[in-house]
Structure formats: C-alpha cells, structure tokens
C-alpha cells in the first residue's frame, strides 16, 4: 500500500473550498492556504457568461 502524501490546496475561494470538501469527503489529508486573513464579504463567481453555457 502506497503511503499518501498531504495535498496543499491554495485559495479559499469558491473552487478551493469545493475541491478542499471532495478531498476531505474521501478522507484524503490535505493543508488549505489562503492568503487574506478576514472573509471577503465581494461576491465570488456571481455571473454566468453565455459561452460557459456552450
């Protein structure tokens, strides 16, 4: 058996958080780094861009 190393996740925003739960889901061991210490109150990933709908 293969002995699994820490997977560092860096950013804290909407595709660091989802990829930070899958891993812990799995109950792989991972470190999550963000580089602003207060929450941003901005909205992340608040539109749809038609050629993403494509």
Same mark, same amino acid.
């Given at each position: 058996?293969?002995?699994?190393?820490?997977?560092?996740?860096? $950013?804290?925003?909407?595709? #660091? %958080?989802?990829? @930070? *739960? $899958?891993?812990?889901?799995? #109950? %792989?061991?991972? @470190? *999550?780094?963000?580089?602003?210490?207060? %929450?941003?109150?901005?909205?992340?990933?608040?539109?749809?861009?038609?050629?993403?709908?494509?």
């Amino acid at each position: 058996m293969r002995a699994i190393a820490p997977i560092i996740v860096v $950013g804290a925003g909407p595709v #660091g %958080l989802t990829t @930070a *739960l $899958g891993l812990d889901f799995y #109950g %792989l061991p991972f @470190a *999550l780094f963000e580089e602003d210490a207060e %929450l941003s109150l901005d909205t992340k990933a608040g539109t749809v861009l038609t050629r993403t709908l494509e």
